[in-house]
């Protein structure tokens, strides 16, 4: 298979004939998982999204056995499709070229061989990543990024993380590049990492609903709710979302010093707001940097199936054909 066409996602996307051939796309989040089939044409058949399987004692295990599960369920649907490889993407630290997810703290595994253990019950190749990094991915070669060399994809979620692009290539460092989240920036608290001032303690989702719950002594059920409060004139809700837009300013204007980058593609939950982030977000940046080139402030293309985009693509490498 050679590299797709743009992904189609949405009601009717894969619709029409049985694909010949095709790959599995499994996007494993903190709550929900996302599978899907991607054909040549890079559509998604059959996306389905369940509760991330979790296991106390052998979290890995469950996970790996629900992907076996779907890959059974995937081939009795689609009989006469020849699925080639699998594409994986968990949250935490990866060791993507082992296929070992090194630690996460929400879901609890530590060290955990995915790729070999996939491919023992499954028998297919699999490409594994970290799924904020292949997400970004997703969004270069086939987003808001495509054309741009220099860039941070920045999710903006519960917390923060990030993929960074330079000259056109993701920073790996090992798994660790791009906890953008875990920066410090001035107002920042103590951070449930064990560090303090971190980013996402001011500038999450998460964040701004609790501190504005803090402040107010009201029970906003997210971040959204927060916006409505402060753009109807509520002033504690005003004053964490001033807050929360000038952290975020102050982590891109350090990426960019640093960095270079020409542009901040955002995506996750917060990324919904939509104008009312990007131009206040724009506009600080714009006034704290001096001569550098001034970042463009995007939103995501692909959206919330980035990543599992981005798992698809990666398993259409493994088999890719001249």
């Given at each position: 298979m050679g590299l797709p066409a743009d992904p189609v996602t949405g009601p009717g996307a894969g619709s029409g004939e049985p694909p010949a051939r095709g790959v599995l796309a499994f996007d494993v989040g903190g709550t929900d998982m996302k599978a899907a089939l991607v054909d040549d044409a890079g559509r998604l058949h059959s996306l389905l999204r369940i509760p991330t399987p979790r296991d106390g004692q052998f979290p890995g295990d469950v996970v790996v056995a629900k992907v076996a599960a779907l890959t059974e369920n995937y081939r009795a649907e689609y009989p006469?499709?020849?699925?080639?490889?699998?594409?994986?993407?968990?949250?935490?630290?990866?060791?993507?070229?082992?296929?070992?997810?090194?630690?996460?703290?929400?879901?609890?595994?530590?060290?955990?061989?995915?790729?070999?253990?996939?491919?023992?019950?499954?028998?297919?190749?699999?490409?594994?990543?970290?799924?904020?990094?292949?997400?970004?991915?997703?969004?270069?070669?086939?987003?808001?990024?495509?054309?741009?060399?220099?860039?941070?994809?920045?999710?903006?979620?519960?917390?923060?993380?990030?993929?960074?692009?330079?000259?056109?290539?993701?920073?790996?460092?090992?798994?660790?590049?791009?906890?953008?989240?875990?920066?410090?920036?001035?107002?920042?608290?103590?951070?449930?990492?064990?560090?303090?001032g971190c980013l996402e303690t001011i500038g999450s989702a998460g964040?701004?609903?609790?501190?504005?719950?803090?402040?107010?002594?009201?029970?906003?059920?997210?971040?959204?709710?927060?916006?409505?409060?402060?753009l109807s004139g509520d002033r504690h809700a005003a004053q964490v979302w001033e807050d929360a837009v000038n952290a975020l300013a102050f982590s891109i204007c350090q990426l960019t010093a640093i960095l270079g980058t020409e542009a901040v593609i955002l995506g996750g939950g917060l990324a919904q707001a939509g104008p009312a982030l990007v131009e206040p977000?724009?506009?600080?940046?714009?006034?704290?940097?001096?001569?550098?080139?001034?970042?463009?402030?995007?939103?995501?293309?692909?959206?919330?199936?980035?990543?599992?985009?981005g798992a698809g693509l990666r398993a259409r490498d493994l088999v890719a054909r001249p």
């Open positions: 006469g499709c020849a699925i080639e490889s699998i594409g994986l993407v968990v949250p935490g630290l990866v060791d993507e070229e082992a296929g070992i997810g090194r630690m996460s703290a929400n879901l609890g595994w530590r060290d955990y061989p995915f790729g070999e253990h996939l491919t023992r019950v499954t028998g297919l190749p699999v490409a594994f990543g970290h799924d904020v990094s292949i997400a970004g991915e997703a969004e270069m070669r086939a987003g808001a990024g495509r054309g741009l060399r220099d860039v941070v994809v920045m999710v903006i979620g519960t917390g923060i993380a990030g993929a960074v692009f330079c000259e056109g290539q993701r920073v790996r460092a090992g798994g660790y590049a791009g906890e953008i989240g875990h920066a410090e920036v001035p107002g920042g608290t103590e951070c449930p990492c064990g560090a303090f964040a701004i609903t609790r501190r504005y719950n803090a402040l107010s002594g009201n029970a906003a059920a997210g971040a959204k709710a927060v916006l409505t409060a402060a977000l724009q506009s600080r940046v714009e006034s704290r940097l001096s001569f550098l080139r001034a970042p463009r402030i995007l939103t995501t293309v692909l959206g919330q199936d980035a990543g599992l985009i």
